[in-house]
């Protein structure tokens, strides 16, 4: 069964530090997402992506992240000069398009740890 | 803005009880409402979801039925077994085509042989 794969499961970086959290989505799906959940609370929505843009942000998404395409199959989420608190589970998720509840499929999720 | 709200856990339960998990949600118009399971290590899987009014999303003898007159979406199951030992997400997306999901905090449920 095609699911979506995240590498790493763990990444403990320092604070400044630039991370890249790495996604693989399902090949015939065209929109992608990356969501966060801080422990012990709500996961939320930080971007989509679609068309090789971004389609959609929340505040959370401000100019320290970035996201990126690189080849046919990859989905990066760039976090530049990280801080204590972007300390989080991240989830990627695609969808194919079209009409209606479109299910998403999510990744298991990259436990970032900001010491 | 859209919001969804689900009752705290951990809950903890015996094998075969009934399990209730709550979520009620605020949205403008006319959301699509979905629960995601979580078991350990392991992403976020849809378990069920709900497109309109008084439809039932049923899996894996869950079910929930969308509300509108209460604005919730209760999740339920008659007799919970060990393997549900999960985290239940409950989470509504406004809107058709692929907007994004609003999540509730998380239910840990733990059953118990």
């Known amino acids: 069964e095609p699911e979506v794969t995240q590498t790493p499961s763990h990444q403990v970086t320092q604070m400044g530090q630039e991370v890249i959290l790495r996604c693989v989505p399902i090949?015939?799906?065209?929109?992608f997402y990356w969501y966060r959940q801080i422990l012990g609370q709500k996961v939320e929505f930080l971007v989509s992506?679609?068309?090789?843009?971004?389609?959609?942000k929340s505040e959370i998404f401000d100019d320290q992240f970035s996201v990126e395409r690189p080849d046919g199959s990859n989905f990066t989420l760039k976090i530049r000069s990280t801080k204590l608190e972007d300390s989080a589970m991240y989830f990627c998720?695609?969808?194919?398009?079209?009409?209606?509840?479109?299910?998403?499929?999510f990744g298991q999720g990259t436990r970032l740890t900001v010491v | 803005g859209d919001s969804v709200t689900q009752m705290e856990g951990p809950v903890t339960l015996s094998e075969e009880a009934f399990l209730t998990i709550n979520c009620t949600y605020t949205?403008?118009?006319?959301?699509?409402l979905f629960w995601y399971v979580q078991y350990p290590g392991e992403g976020l899987q849809l378990l069920l979801k709900?497109?309109?009014?008084?439809d039932k999303g049923s899996n894996k003898g869950f079910e929930a039925t969308y509300r509108k007159e209460t604005t919730s979406f209760h999740l339920e199951k008659g007799s919970v077994q060990v393997s549900d030992s999960a985290v239940y997400f409950c989470?509504?997306?406004?809107?058709?085509?692929?907007?994004?999901?609003?999540f509730g905090k998380g239910t840990r449920l733990s059953v118990i042989a």
């Open positions: 998720a695609s969808s194919r398009q079209g009409e209606g509840s479109t299910e998403a499929f």
């Open positions: 090949s015939n799906h065209l929109y």
């Open positions: 992506f679609y068309n090789n843009e971004i389609s959609e």
């Open positions: 949205a403008t118009g006319y959301p699509s």
């Open positions: 709900a497109t309109k009014a008084d």
């Open positions: 989470a509504l997306r406004t809107r058709s085509g692929n907007t994004p999901l609003v």
